[in-house]
């Protein structure tokens, strides 16, 4: 079985017949699409800043009740705040980069724009979460904690996470696992590694279950 396959069916057994489900940095709907697929009963709340992503998103999943996108970013304090983005999107932050070129010292990284977004709290947006995904290149904390309310009720959380810095002021793993232990919630893995060039690892997906 899959690393990807055996997570599915260790999250799906966890969750309740009609989950709530967020995607912090959807991009362009990617990984919500997949969730759609392994949960299909799933309501999926798509938070993505970026707005030409944003935009995207909304089309992908126009016809689809089960999505509704916001075009704000996750964070701990309802705010307008500057966005870094770089010519490869992904890696776009409302942190400026620090070690990012490391990570990718194969490709010429580059600052194209910075851009306001509205920034809201989650627990402000809705009431109750069943799963939280977050990939916000480096901003996972202060999404968390803009999470607060709802945490002590969230079964599963899957966080992008680095091992050292790759955005100026950036929470590391063992910060993130200590904010969500406090909640219940036990870091069992982490998966995906990305190494740098140097072969070390830089980044990885850690999943965090209810004890």
Do not use: C
Not at 22 to 41: F, M, S, W
Not at 79 to 88: E, N
Not at 149 to 174: D, F, H, I, K, N
Request: avoid cysteine; aromatic fraction near 8%; charged fraction near 20%.
């Amino acid at each position: 079985m899959s690393t990807e396959a055996w997570i599915t069916r260790l999250v799906a057994t966890r969750l309740p017949a009609a989950p709530v489900v967020v995607d912090g940095g959807a991009n362009k709907g990617r990984v919500a699409a997949r969730l759609l697929t392994a949960l299909p009963r799933a309501r999926l709340h798509a938070f993505e800043p970026q707005p030409e992503l944003a935009r995207k998103l909304g089309k992908r999943f126009t016809d689809d009740a089960r999505v509704t996108v916001y075009p704000q970013a996750l964070g701990e304090t309802a705010a307008v705040l500057p966005l870094t983005v770089m010519s490869r999107p992904t890696l776009s932050s409302l942190y400026a980069p620090s070690g990012i070129q490391d990570k990718y010292a194969d490709q010429e990284l580059a600052v194209t724009e910075t851009v306001d977004v509205p920034v809201v709290r989650l627990d402000a947006v809705l009431d109750r979460a069943d799963v939280i995904k977050l990939d916000l290149q480096g901003y996972e904390l202060p999404a968390l904690r803009g999470a607060a309310g709802l945490l002590s009720g969230v079964r599963v959380v899957v966080a992008e996470t680095a091992l050292y810095p790759l955005y100026a002021g950036q929470a590391l793993l063992p910060e993130l696992a200590a904010y969500l232990e406090g909640f219940g919630l036990e870091l069992v893995g982490v998966y995906d590694f990305f190494r740098d060039a140097a072969g070390r690892i830089a980044s990885g997906d850690a999943l965090f279950l209810r004890r």
